[in-house]
């Protein structure tokens, strides 16, 4: 395509408005291949719990889905997209569809047409293949993809696969005419304030939406307002959703903790009792993420929270030895235990049969 293509103006105004977006898992068998039934089960799970949008084939999906051994990258973003139009039918509603899009230059592009075929808006940029290129090789290979998908940027941690990114980057990504989105995931304030500086100093606040994938400060960041210099004079910059593994699972419970954070923005008076809950919520996440291991356990976490409510059946991934840490089911057990209010283990149970079956 000789052009940046857009996505549709319903897209556009979904993310700046704020959605919920969970990162989809991988549902195997035993045998390690794709348990279809579950995956779409997943998928429901996340369409009825209120998710305005789903982004796969990103880290929480395996990036190992794209090695030509399991080649599962078509058929998950097949399944996923079925799946999502027929619920989006049944519902009548629209989801925002994000694709991961990875590797050196010729995979991504690949991946980006790959995606926009199969009618995903937009393409979340991971750039852990380029770790040791400069900013000028990084935006040529960004522009690229762009030429072939919207693009939605994407800050990971060093952590699980990512690379620091300097403000200078952000600007200039920031000149792609079709960067809709921007997912701010670096576990660092003081990049995540790189990000956010660059948006307003390049004057798109009100038309590049910034999300949250710090899942350590998930609700500080949906609640906070950044007043900063802008292009044009002093910019009012917001997180307006999140994208995020962490809501892969009690969603429907993440559904309303996000409504509850929109509501007390708009009223511009934060409840003590929101901060304290997302001090919660970082707990939560700290032994589902396995943050005591660096995140080693991160994946199979989030498949233990999913297998305990029935909707996977076991916490295998595509890798043998991505497995529970040591100590981590005993802290995700201190963890259920401790916050009760944030489970959604009630809406399962009412609904799972029918994710799973119908």
Same mark, same amino acid.
């Given at each position: 395509?000789?052009?940046?293509?857009?996505? /549709?103006?319903?897209?556009?105004?979904?993310?700046?408005?704020?959605?919920?977006?969970?990162?989809? /898992?991988?549902?195997?068998?035993?045998?390690?291949?794709?348990?279809?039934?579950?995956?779409?089960?997943?998928?429901?799970?996340?369409?009825?719990?209120?998710?305005?949008?789903?982004?796969?084939?990103?880290?929480?999906?395996?990036?190992?889905?794209?090695?030509?051994?399991?080649?599962?990258?078509?058929?998950?973003?097949?399944?996923?997209?079925?799946?999502?139009?027929?619920?989006?039918?049944?519902?009548?509603?629209?989801?925002?569809?994000?694709?991961?899009?990875?590797?050196?230059?010729?995979?991504?592009?690949?991946?980006?047409?790959?995606?926009?075929?199969?009618?995903?808006?937009?393409?979340?940029?991971?750039?852990?293949?380029?770790?040791?290129?400069?900013?000028?090789?990084?935006?040529?290979?960004?522009?690229?993809?762009?030429?072939?998908? /919207?693009?939605?940027?994407?800050?990971?941690?060093?952590?699980?696969?990512?690379?620091?990114?300097?403000?200078?980057?952000?600007?200039?990504?920031?000149?792609?005419?079709?960067?809709?989105?921007?997912?701010?995931? /670096?576990?660092?304030?003081?990049?995540?304030?790189?990000?956010?500086?660059?948006?307003?100093?390049?004057?798109?606040?009100?038309?590049?939406?910034?999300?949250?994938?710090?899942?350590?400060?998930?609700?500080?960041?949906?609640?906070?307002?950044?007043?900063?210099?802008?292009?044009?004079?002093?910019?009012?910059?917001?997180?307006?959703?999140?994208?995020?593994?962490?809501?892969?699972?009690?969603?429907?419970?993440?559904?309303?903790?996000?409504?509850?954070?929109?509501?007390?923005?708009?009223?511009?008076?934060?409840?003590?009792?929101?901060?304290?809950?997302?001090?919660?919520?970082?707990?939560?996440?700290?032994?589902?993420?396995?943050?005591?291991?660096?995140?080693?356990?991160?994946?199979?976490?989030?498949?233990?929270?999913?297998?305990?409510?029935?909707?996977?059946?076991?916490?295998?991934?595509?890798?043998?030895?991505?497995?529970?840490?040591?100590?981590?089911?005993?802290?995700?057990?201190?963890?259920?235990?401790?916050?009760?209010?944030?489970?959604?283990?009630?809406?399962?149970?009412?609904?799972?049969?029918?994710?799973?079956?119908?």
């Amino acid at each position: 395509m000789s052009s940046f293509p857009s996505p /549709p103006r319903w897209v556009q105004a979904a993310l700046l408005e704020g959605q919920v977006i969970p990162a989809h /898992p991988l549902a195997l068998t035993p045998a390690h291949r794709l348990d279809e039934r579950r995956q779409r089960a997943l998928t429901r799970y996340y369409h009825a719990a209120g998710a305005g949008g789903l982004a796969l084939a990103v880290h929480t999906t395996q990036f190992a889905i794209r090695d030509p051994k399991h080649g599962l990258l078509k058929p998950v973003l097949e399944l996923a997209s079925a799946t999502l139009s027929q619920c989006d039918t049944d519902a009548r509603r629209q989801t925002v569809r994000i694709a991961g899009v990875c590797g050196r230059t010729g995979q991504a592009v690949s991946e980006a047409i790959l995606a926009r075929r199969l009618g995903f808006h937009a393409g979340l940029l991971s750039l852990g293949a380029f770790r040791e290129s400069d900013d000028q090789e990084l935006i040529g290979h960004c522009v690229a993809v762009a030429r072939e998908l /919207p693009l939605f940027g994407f800050y990971l941690q060093p952590a699980v696969g990512g690379r620091a990114l300097s403000p200078a980057f952000w600007r200039r990504f920031l000149e792609i005419p079709n960067v809709v989105a921007i997912k701010i995931a /670096p576990f660092n304030r003081y990049q995540t304030l790189d990000v956010v500086r660059a948006v307003a100093e390049v004057g798109r606040a009100g038309e590049v939406a910034l999300y949250t994938g710090n899942d350590d400060n998930i609700i500080p960041d949906l609640l906070t307002e950044y007043v900063l210099p802008g292009r044009c004079g002093e910019a009012h910059v917001r997180i307006a959703g999140g994208l995020l593994g962490h809501w892969a699972f009690w969603t429907r419970r993440a559904v309303e903790l996000f409504e509850q954070c929109r509501r007390a923005r708009s009223t511009r008076s934060i409840p003590a009792e929101l901060l304290s809950l997302g001090a919660q919520v970082m707990d939560c996440n700290a032994a589902v993420f396995d943050a005591a291991n660096g995140f080693a356990g991160c994946i199979p976490g989030i498949h233990e929270m999913l297998r305990r409510q029935g909707l996977l059946e076991g916490t295998w991934c595509l890798e043998p030895g991505l497995r529970l840490s040591a100590g981590q089911a005993e802290e995700i057990d201190r963890v259920c235990q401790a916050y009760p209010q944030l489970k959604d283990d009630a809406f399962v149970r009412e609904n799972g049969d029918k994710w799973l079956n119908g």
